[in-house]
């Protein structure tokens, strides 16, 4: 069956650092796209940044400048480094892989960060 397995969240000061994984496996169609939403208490989920399989990103405009989303196609993994956090980064964030078929959601990893 198809896995997203996350990882990297966690507790953070504002200004550090984090980078999440995200390994995707048993998916059986062609990978349009993988990347990141996240979701704030009380706020609705966001797309943060994506990259499509042709290498290009789009990226929220909260995080340009701060955020980058990258790739291993071998292993069929996204990263997504996050540098200058800010307190408004607090969130849970949740991988996102769009295929030819439907979409594919990780369980979510919380990021916190501390003013």
């Known amino acids: 069956q198809v896995q997203l397995v996350e990882s990297g969240g966690g507790l953070v000061q504002a200004g550090g650092s984090l980078r999440l994984s995200c390994a995707a496996s048993g998916i059986r169609f062609g990978i349009n796209a993988m990347g990141w939403y996240r979701q704030a208490p009380g706020k609705q989920r966001e797309l943060v940044a994506r990259i499509f399989s042709g290498g290009s990103t789009n990226y929220a405009d909260s995080v340009k400048g701060r955020f980058t989303v990258s790739r291993d196609i071998a292993k069929n993994t996204v990263y997504l480094q996050m540098n200058s956090l800010k307190p408004e980064d607090t969130a849970i964030y949740y991988c996102?892989?769009?295929?030819?078929?439907?979409?594919?959601w990780g369980q979510g990893t919380q990021v916190t960060v501390s003013s």
């Open positions: 996102n892989v769009f295929t030819s078929l439907t979409d594919y």
